[in-house]
């Protein structure tokens, strides 16, 4: 994906439209090339802003940035449950992963127990998919991302950041990565 590219990514999902199925796929791909360089329990530094449970709440989102400070000038970790629940996790989504392809040194993304091909069946996002796009090929490129987010990330070396919604994280330097998580848990 060309520099220029992203960036007119970034502007149509801002603006609160989806992605072409197309762009969306080449973004996928993109991205999860920038994920497999990183480590699975990944280390930032402060400052950096923590943020948890978007659940598909997109103008929150937006506002989140307004208050806190755009991307590249903060540095944000997000712990996963980007997707499920509210109304727009197709746009929340599509503008995180805009966001890693563009400045992803300033933009940690880590998978929460929301970003699975089982809980998304139940909880909203692929039928959101299907609404948007009208086939099931978005949430597959989507979920291929999933099993490409980092379990944790350390921060300062002291501290331990995830999505608590996980059945457990020890020892989640030792997890496999690219694979979908299973639960027995409802969410």
Known sequence: IQRMNVDEMLEIVRSG?????KELRQLCEKVKEIL????????????????????????????LFHIGGEIPDKNYVFMGDYVDRGFYSVETFEFLLCLKARYPGKITLLR?????????SVYGFYDEIIRKYGNPNPW??????????????????????GC????????????????????????
Request: hydrophobic share 35%; charged share 20%; glycine share 6%.
């Open 17 to 21: 439209k989806i992605l072409p199925e």
């Open 140 to 161: 597959k490129y989507c979920t291929e991302v999933f099993d490409c987010l980092g379990i944790a990330a350390v921060l300062k070396a002291t501290h331990l950041l």
């Open 36 to 63: 497999l360089e990183e480590a699975n329990v990944q280390p930032v530094q402060a400052p950096v802003t923590l943020c948890g449970d978007i659940h598909g709440q997109f103008h929150d989102l937006l506002e």
């Open 112 to 120: 929460g127990n929301h970003e699975s091909r089982q809980i998304t």
């Open 164 to 187: 608590g919604g996980k059945d457990s994280l020890h020892p989640c330097w030792t997890l496999s990565r690219n694979q979908d998580f299973r639960s027995n848990q409802s969410y």
